[in-house]
């Protein structure tokens, strides 16, 4: 059976169980619906160590702080300052140690001579493509040999798309993002012109390389992208 699959699955019924069920009381008057999602934040928590991701370490403990805010104590720090703060952390904790964890994971890849099953990886191709993640993660190569539009769709996921084969004849592409509390990784060649429309709240947006100025086509980019990071890497 698919591990991730069984992962997902055990979870929707753990949700379905706290929507049924979370005003019960247990072990010393303890919500159910809470120790189901203190077990759900948890699972999701070990993932993100494993799989070397900042971001899937830090908004678990972040959402594991909310549900646990008044014994703790620190109901004044949730909800937002705490998503806050684990936001901010991914950005800088990617920024300050992302050659190294890229090091790692491939490290880890030729090893284990397959890839983490920790996302998913696509193919795509044709004038339009969609991706979209939910707690989660995914890879995506978009191979069009025509491409006119890519929507981008995350929830508190990690999305790294890559267009570096792609080809866009008719001179320009629109990207349209749809994203919240996300990491969005966009990858193009050198001789396109990124012309950034996006509205980025909350957040950070970075570009990294070098464009050749060739100007070949036009990727333009739309949407809104709430407190998450985007990073367009010319390659």
Not at 2 to 11: A, E, R, V, Y
Not at 127 to 156: H, N, P
Not at 189 to 203: E, I
Not at 210 to 217: D, T
């Amino acid at each position: 059976m698919n591990n991730k699959k069984t992962f997902w699955g055990l979870i929707f019924v753990a949700v379905a169980i706290y929507i049924l069920f979370g005003s019960s009381k247990l072990f010393g008057g303890l919500g159910l619906g809470t120790l189901i999602l203190t077990g759900i934040f948890t699972g999701l928590l070990i993932r993100g160590i494993a799989d070397l991701d900042f971001g899937g370490v830090l908004f678990p403990l972040a959402f594991l702080a909310i549900i646990w805010d008044e014994k703790l104590g620190i109901t004044d720090l949730t909800p937002w300052p705490v998503l806050m703060a684990a936001l901010l952390g991914t950005i800088g904790l990617n920024l300050l140690f992302k050659n190294s964890k890229v090091k790692i994971s491939k490290t880890i890849k030729k090893y284990n001579n397959e890839h983490t099953n920790y996302a998913k990886v696509d193919t795509a191709s044709g004038q339009y493509v969609s991706t979209k993640v939910r707690f989660g993660g995914i890879e995506k190569y978009i191979e069009s040999e025509d491409l006119r539009r890519v929507d981008v769709s995350a929830f508190c996921g990690a999305s790294e798309i890559y267009l570096d084969k792609a080809c866009i004849p008719s001179g320009e592409a629109i990207v349209t993002f749809d994203c919240k509390c996300s990491a969005i990784e966009l990858y193009v060649p050198r001789d396109w012109n990124v012309v950034n429309k996006l509205d980025v709240s909350m957040g950070a947006m970075d570009f990294s390389g070098e464009p050749s100025g060739a100007g070949v086509v036009d990727l333009i980019l739309i949407g809104n992208a709430s407190l998450c990071a985007v990073e367009i890497q010319y390659v």
